[in-house]
């Protein structure tokens, strides 16, 4: 549980220090391109990817350690932490329900973390494992028909497109048995961790570019959460500690509600200035 808080903090102060370099490279002119060179000419988005690396191998640790619906929950409450710094680096005001859901996130992972048991002992059968790779294939055609959609529900199916691949992501992380190059190569698994987790990536760039970041966030949360968890848990074998099953449902329950409170900041705000110490370049 540990590596998954830890995930969601390296995800959600990511996307702050990108959300930071991002309007600085902004200033000068030309395409996406040229955006992109001089992002990378910032230490703060040098920063956020080095974070986003951290965060996805403290995901896998946590994946291989507890199960997937208190990994899901965890990584969800990214958005919480997003809030927070975006209040301190970007003077982003939050209002008092919001803070709220700040605390109703982390109330309902300290239920999960006392809830949860050890990971399923299943391994996944290789009907599972095939299962994940035409997921991660009907994502991208997902994002094709998504694409076509206008206003609101465009970034809701794209949203939700994201979510289902990244849960891809979460599944397959738990169907990979062995790292040995000649059982990745022949692991369904493996494909459908590639395929899910670039079909996530572009499905929501094009979500938070040309629609409400409210909406694909949610959406995201949504696809991310619940389908894995149920995965994990009917046929995975997660479970909970003896007795407390409902105490894991209920923090599941109130920490994506609480994320869900917070889905504005599924892209840090980018309309507030942001004032750099005395004598920085």
């Not at 975006?86 to 996130?105: D, K």
């Not at 289902?164 to 738990?174: D, H, I, K, M, T």
Request: with cysteine.
């Amino acid at each position: 549980m540990v590596c998954a808080l830890g995930a969601a903090v390296c995800f959600g102060t990511a996307t702050v220090l990108q959300a930071v370099a991002a309007r600085a490279a902004g200033e000068g002119g030309g395409g996406d391109a040229a955006l992109l060179l001089r992002a990378l000419r910032q230490w703060r988005y040098l920063a956020g990817l080095a974070l986003d690396g951290l965060g996805f191998l403290l995901q896998i640790v946590a994946l291989r350690s507890i199960p997937i619906y208190a990994v899901g929950a965890a990584l969800a409450s990214s958005l919480a932490v997003t809030a927070v710094v975006a209040s301190r680096l970007l003077h982003v005001r939050l209002s008092g329900t919001e803070w709220g859901a700040v605390g109703v996130v982390c109330a309902g992972l300290a239920m999960l973390g006392l809830a949860s048991g050890a990971e399923g002992g299943r391994s996944g059968s290789d009907e599972l494992k095939w299962a994940m790779l035409a997921t991660g294939a009907l994502v991208m055609g997902l994002g094709a028909v998504g694409g076509r959609l206008h206003g609101r529900g465009r970034a809701l199916v794209l949203g939700l497109g994201a979510g289902f691949g990244f849960g891809v992501v979460e599944v397959s992380v738990r169907l990979i048995d062995s790292l040995a190059p000649v059982e990745l190569l022949t692991n369904p698994a493996t494909y459908a961790l590639l395929l899910g987790g670039g079909a996530a990536f572009l499905l929501l760039t094009s979500a938070l570019q040309r629609g409400s970041v409210t909406t694909a966030t949610a959406g995201m949360v949504i696809g991310e959460t619940l389908g894995p968890a149920a995965i994990g848990v009917v046929w995975l074998g997660d479970r909970t500690r003896e007795g407390l099953a409902w105490l894991a449902v209920l923090g599941f329950a109130v920490a994506v509600a609480g994320a869900l409170a917070l889905a504005r900041f599924g892209e840090a705000p980018a309309d507030v200035p942001v004032e750099e110490p005395a004598g920085t370049p």
